[in-house]
Every structure is written in structure tokens, then in C-alpha cells.
């Protein structure tokens, strides 16, 4: 009984050493880079007012941001590019040292919105609208492409050719031969970086320059060969 369970204990060993030399492989992650012409702008703005009392800092804050919303539609804006978010009112004060108390001084109403610019060469020119109009906070400005895929999937195929690339020559210097492609697996894929933009006074009458440059589409790949005889 007992050389019965050691030979069968030899037999399960000598199984399992296959298999893991099967599992043995080289695992390389690949990264690609494309250049890109931007042909949109995300535009990120707010409208803020105050005012001694709330109602009325709310009331100058919507009569500013109509005066936004007018000037976004004249100046070519479709209506399902322009979404507005986040009414908010806050309180303002002072301290006051002698009594060690607080009084309120007034309150300020503010609210975003969000816009979409799919022709670049309106750009500057609807940044001039906006802040003539009221707009007086510039969250972020952010250049990107309305159809992503052509460059992203050329990022992809880029980052194939580059863990390829990386996997031969770890490969050659190892002294070992490639065999089949095991496993391939997509990391992260980004682009579109947002580009800073100073706050813009109201009673700016100079055109807005805008230079949109390039962005970068970047893609990652992971992939695991095994070895070949």
C-alpha cells in the first residue's frame, strides 16, 4: 500500500512539471503614440455674481448667464452642445476682532456650463461672447477629436509593434525563441489633454487668442508569449 501511494506520488510530480514549463513565458507591456490636429474644444465656464441679499445675487446671476446662453446660440452653438450645471449660493462674511463675531456681508450665486466647440475657427470669437456677456469664470478648456477611433486605433497597432519590438529582443539576449502569442491585453488608452487657460476679465475687448496645437493618443498593450523549441 505504501509503494502503491509513493509511485503514484511520483506520477502526479512528473505530470505537473510539464504543465508548468508549459505556463513559462515572457510578458512585455508595449506602448504607442499618435499625434493628432485637434477639430473640437470643450469649453468648461461659470457665471458668478454677488449681491447684499441672496435673491438678488441669484437674480444678477441668471441675467447674466441668459446673456451667455444668447451669445453661445448667436454665435453658432447647437442647444445639445451647451449644458448647464450646479446653481450654488454662498455666504460671505467678515470677522470682526473687537466682538470676536461674524457678520454676513453678502452672498454670492454662481453656476457652470459646459460647451462644445466643433468648429475650432469659431473658437476665439465665442470666448470673446461669453465674457463680454457675463461669463466671468474659465474652469478649463480642453482640445480633443470628435472621432477618436482613426488615431486611437492607430495608437493600438503602434503599441503592438512596440511590445513586439521589446519582446524579440528580451528574447534574443535571453538566447530562447518566441513560440505563439498566449495572452493580449489592452491597458489604458488616453488623449485630449486639457490646455490651461488664465481667467478672462468681462471688459476684455481684444480677441481671445487660441492656439489648439496638437494632442497625444496614447495606447497600451500587454502581451505574453511563450517559448518556442
Not at 453678502?106 to 470666448?127: E, N
Amino acid at each position: 500500500m505504501i509503494k502503491t501511494l509513493q509511485i503514484a506520488s511520483l506520477l502526479l510530480c512528473s505530470a505537473a512539471i510539464p504543465a508548468a514549463a508549459q505556463d513559462a513565458g515572457l510578458t512585455v507591456t508595449g506602448t504607442g503614440q499618435v499625434m493628432a490636429s485637434p477639430d473640437m474644444a470643450s469649453l468648461s465656464l461659470g457665471v458668478l455674481a454677488q449681491a447684499p441679499t441672496a435673491a438678488q445675487a441669484v437674480r444678477d446671476m441668471s441675467a447674466d448667464m441668459d446673456k451667455v446662453m444668447a451669445s453661445l446660440t448667436a454665435a453658432g452653438i447647437a442647444p445639445e452642445d451647451i449644458q448647464t450645471s450646479g446653481l450654488r449660493v454662498d455666504v460671505q462674511q467678515s470677522y470682526d476682532e473687537a466682538t470676536q463675531s461674524s457678520r454676513i456681508t453678502g452672498y454670492v450665486a454662481a453656476t457652470d456650463v459646459s460647451v462644445q466647440v466643433l468648429d475650432l475657427s469659431q473658437l476665439g470669437q465665442t470666448l470673446d461672447a461669453v465674457v463680454q456677456e457675463g461669463a466671468n469664470q474659465m474652469n478649463g478648456l480642453t482640445f480633443d477629436l470628435q472621432d477618436r477611433k482613426p488615431a486611437l486605433d492607430d495608437a493600438r497597432r503602434a503599441a503592438v509593434a512596440d511590445a513586439m519590438d521589446k519582446a524579440e529582443l528580451y528574447a534574443q539576449a535571453a538566447g530562447v525563441a518566441l513560440g505563439p502569442v498566449q495572452s493580449l491585453t489592452e491597458g489604458g488608452a488616453s488623449g485630449g489633454a486639457p490646455q490651461p487657460y488664465m481667467r478672462m476679465a468681462m471688459d476684455s475687448a481684444e480677441k481671445v487668442p487660441v492656439a489648439a496645437g496638437q494632442i497625444t493618443i496614447s495606447a497600451d498593450v500587454t502581451v505574453t508569449w511563450g517559448f518556442g523549441e
